[in-house]
């Protein structure tokens, strides 16, 4: 249980509370809890914006309960008032993405449907991007669920997503849940998949989508679509719009958080009494450098189509991303 905003920050830092939208949804409910419990608000706004660089998700979700914090503050002078504001946008934030999850995943399964007619899809996702990473039923994983209640899934192939396994602990799990039938298969394996032809579509989420349409992701993310590309399988981006961050002008520009190298050289495993820095099973000697990036960014030109609230940008291109976010404005305004 986090009682005040450093225990939020050291979840989401581990990983406890993980998932583009939900660390938005959890960085609003922060800066709430720090204005309720009369912390220093913007202190603990910009800690919990610092917990994860890559997510822009966490800011945007952190700076809109602050700005509600703020602008009570102002008017009334009154910080119990300003905490009150602060709860209201974590709780608008909240809803307005279990709203913009149904429907994705509405305008999901019609592009499913429209790239690959006839049902009895084959879907590859990695990571997890369910009900346990959003205030609805998800992202990429959303979409799947449709095409399963449906009755167009034939089967949800899921990534193991090394190092941290979240397709095999959380993806599995939630798959298993809904009575989708799925397999899990190690993140190696999937080159094997696309060459027996057993994939016909892969959804993925996205931390943060740059202005001209790079996707950062949970790394494993762009190998699967060179793979995608190579076996021509269409390649499907879901995220909310506020994934999408037009002050990143490419790929490029977005920073790439670096995990902890034990997470590679050990195989966490806490039931089990070991003496390696992470608490898991060491399976590399000791002093072993590990590469451990948390993202890694997809160029445009290899995405399909980048799914959203507010229909499907596709193809993928800084005016159509554009389009979409001022399409979102438009609504929002009237």
């Known amino acids: 249980m986090c009682t005040d905003a450093a225990a939020l920050v050291e979840a989401i830092r581990s990983l406890a509370v993980r998932g583009a939208p939900l660390l938005g949804i959890a960085g609003a409910y922060g800066v709430a809890l720090a204005a309720a419990r009369g912390f220093d608000v913007a202190e603990a706004a910009r800690a919990l914006e610092g917990a994860r660089p890559t997510a822009v998700n966490l800011a945007v979700g952190v700076r809109r309960a602050e700005s509600a914090y703020h602008a009570e503050l102002a008017r009334t002078g009154d910080p119990t008032a300003g905490a ?37 899809h084959r879907i590859l996702t990695h990571c997890n991007t369910g009900a346990l990473v959003s205030g609805g039923e998800g992202t990429a994983f959303a979409v799947a669920l449709a095409t399963h209640r449906a009755g167009r899934l034939r089967r949800l192939w899921v990534d193991e997503t090394r190092p941290l396994l979240q397709g095999a602990r959380l993806t599995a799990y939630e ?62 981006v879901v995220a909310p719009l506020t994934t999408v961050d ?5 790929g490029a520009s977005i920073e790439v958080e670096q995990r902890p190298g034990f997470e590679v050289t050990e195989v966490m495993a806490p039931q089990v009494p070991v003496a390696g820095p992470g608490g898991g099973v060491p399976v590399a000697p000791l002093g072993t450098q590990a590469y451990n990036p948390a993202f890694d960014v997809t160029p445009p030109e290899l995405v399909t189509a980048i799914v959203t609230e507010e229909g499907a940008a596709s193809p993928v291109t800084a005016e159509s991303l554009a389009e979409l976010c001022a399409k979102s404005r438009r609504v929002t305004a009237t």
């Open 84 to 120: 009150v504001a602060a709860l209201a946008a974590a709780r608008a934030l909240h809803q307005e993405d279990a709203e913009a999850s149904a429907r994705m995943a509405a305008h999901g399964l019609a592009l499913l449907d429209e790239l690959l007619p006839g049902g009895g």
């Open 175 to 236: 798959a298993a849940r809904s009575g989708m039938a799925y397999s899990l298969l190690t993140d190696n394996a999937a080159g094997s998949l696309f060459a027996a032809g057993e994939v016909d579509a892969v959804l993925i989420g996205a931390d943060r989508i740059a202005a001209d349409g790079s996707v950062a992701n949970k790394v494993g993310s762009y190998p699967l679509a060179v793979l995608a590309r190579y076996h021509h399988v269409p390649f499907i």
């Open 246 to 250: 037009l002050d990143t002008p490419d």
